[in-house]
């Protein structure tokens, strides 16, 4: 072992308490780009990669579901930094990332692929983001919350409702009543 002065010590000391406080540092601009709210979703997503490199070490999952998630979560965290760029909020909705074989899973009537176009509401349920080629192409789409979902469906209801009474020649401010009915004594 090695004898050292006392400046010496004090010095190494110093050093090794200054050195892992500067990387914390360095790392620090990173971290304070985004609020509370997407630096919390974004390390839930790392503990999702955490969770499947696990798996995957223990050889729970095979390569192709492994490189299929990690990809998903790639995925997701690229369209998540994406949108908070672009609105400047602290907020990432619900978000979904599938691939072409998986529609099927989040609609009951999958949309084709072509068609998509951003932006699009599906089913009154998702909006349809972008697309993040991650290995394979994800089809990103965020879950609408329950107040964008009961606008859509009032808003549909009363486009379908002025459809239907201008069809009959009823106006829009006339109110419509069903004839009371009758039962026989």
């Known amino acids: 072992m090695c004898n050292l002065s006392g400046p010496a010590r004090l010095i190494l000391s110093i050093v090794i308490l200054i050195a892992p406080s500067s990387f914390a540092f360095g790392q620090q601009p990173a971290a304070s780009?985004?609020?509370p709210v997407v630096t919390a979703y974004l390390g839930y997503l790392s503990n999702e990669q955490e969770v499947v490199d696990d798996r995957a070490s223990r050889k729970e999952i095979t390569a192709a579901y492994y490189r299929r998630n990690s990809n998903r979560i790639h995925a997701l965290r690229e369209m998540?930094?994406?949108?908070?760029?672009?609105?400047?909020?602290?907020?990432?909705?619900?978000?979904?990332?599938?691939?072409?074989?998986?529609?099927?899973?989040?609609?009951?009537?999958p949309p084709h692929p072509a068609a998509l176009r951003a932006t699009e509401v599906f089913g009154n349920k998702f909006r349809f983001l972008g697309s993040v080629h991650s290995g394979e192409t994800f089809y990103l789409f965020a879950r609408l919350d329950p107040y964008e979902q009961a606008e859509l469906i009032q808003r549909s209801s009363k486009s379908a409702a002025s459809i239907g009474g201008a069809s009959k020649g009823q106006n829009m401010n006339e109110t419509s009543t069903r004839a009371r009915r009758v039962v026989p004594k």
Do not use: C, K, M
């Open 80 to 109: 998540a930094i994406r949108l908070v760029r672009q609105s400047g909020n602290d907020y990432v909705p619900e978000l979904e990332a599938v691939t072409v074989d998986e529609f099927g899973t989040i609609f009951e009537h």
């Open 33 to 35: 780009e985004f609020g």
